[in-house]
């Protein structure tokens, strides 16, 4: 079992830390995507913990056999349910019937899974122990999904050829909504697919950033200095100082950003009178 090594361990986080461990016959794969950014900062401050787990350590013969032919015949090969069951048994993770699900989760990557979403990520940032488990080859004998796992994951509608990318995923997109990993905690709420204020705010109140969190829909457009960059200039109302016309321009082009790219968010998303009304109006503009 390896631990994932930081040269920086510093401790000044009191809060509860959360831990994940990966499943992989390819620990070696993390070394990149865990060491930069908001993601190594969170395991440099404990926040985060991560192990990883070498599929290979688990196996008893002396090729250190993982995968086996499919039943039934066909392409490929596929990940065997002992090493797995080794790996995840030796994690003090309640078996499957047993679990806690409001503190512990074990989950299959898979193409199959369903898609992980904000919404899956909040609600696996509430636990204290998440196991992620990474196939390859053809999959993970269904056995392992059947009796092991009580979550299946897919990160999207197309094909990886392993589960180590979307674990990498999972663990980012859950980190940075971890109390204290954000330097802001506020920017998880005005961001795409965030959450909506339980009321509206005043339109004079706080940051101009949007008319409220974002209610599950797009983030708006955003722009840094300089003013005017290859004859595109930043928007007037953005350098204006009226917080009230900021918050309608930034809502306005989030609505029509949602529309635009991902319409399916309209649906559930939390929308006023007056942005039903706005959306209306760009579509009868077309
Ligand atoms: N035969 C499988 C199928 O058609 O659904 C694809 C297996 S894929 C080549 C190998 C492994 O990559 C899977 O077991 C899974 O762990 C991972 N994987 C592939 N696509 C994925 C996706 N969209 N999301 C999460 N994991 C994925």
Redesign the pocket.
């Known amino acids: 079992m390896a631990a994932f090594q930081l040269p920086l361990p510093v401790l000044f986080y009191d809060g509860r830390a959360m831990r994940f461990e990966i499943v992989t016959i390819f620990p070696e794969f993390f070394d990149g995507p865990f060491r930069h950014g908001v993601l190594s900062r969170a395991l440099e401050t404990r926040i985060v913990e991560i192990g990883l787990h070498d599929l290979r350590a688990f196996t008893h013969d002396r090729h250190k056999t993982v995968d086996d032919r499919p039943f039934g015949g066909g392409e490929g090969m596929v990940l065997k349910a002992q090493p797995i069951f080794d790996a995840v048994e030796g994690l003090g993770i309640a078996e499957k019937n047993h679990r806690d699900l409001k503190r512990e989760s074990v989950v299959l990557?898979?193409?199959?899974?369903e898609r992980f979403t904000q919404k899956a990520a909040q609600e696996l940032a509430s636990l204290e122990h998440v196991v992620l488990i990474?196939?390859?080859?053809?999959?993970?004998d269904e056995r392992v999904n059947n009796l092991l796992c009580d979550r299946e994951?897919?990160?999207?509608d197309?094909?990886?050829?392993?589960?180590e990318l979307?674990a990498a995923v999972i663990v980012d997109a859950v980190t940075r909504l971890l109390p204290g990993v954000l330097g802001n905690a506020d920017s998880a709420r005005f961001e795409s697919f965030g959450q909506a204020d339980a009321s509206l705010p005043s339109l004079d109140e706080g940051l101009p950033r949007s008319m409220h969190g974002s209610g599950g829909l797009l983030d708006y457009p955003h722009y840094t200095r300089p003013a005017e960059f290859r004859g595109v200039a930043v928007p007037d109302v953005l350098a204006g100082g009226d917080h009230a016309a900021i918050r309608r321009w930034r809502r306005e082009r989030q609505l029509e950003k949602t529309l635009r790219n991902r319409p399916d968010l309209l649906r559930d998303a939390e929308l006023t009178k007056e942005d039903r009304e706005f959306l209306e109006s760009l579509k009868t503009q077309g």
């Open positions: 990557l898979s193409a199959q899974g990474c196939g390859r080859y053809e999959g993970v994951h897919s990160i999207g197309y094909v990886l050829s392993g589960g979307g």
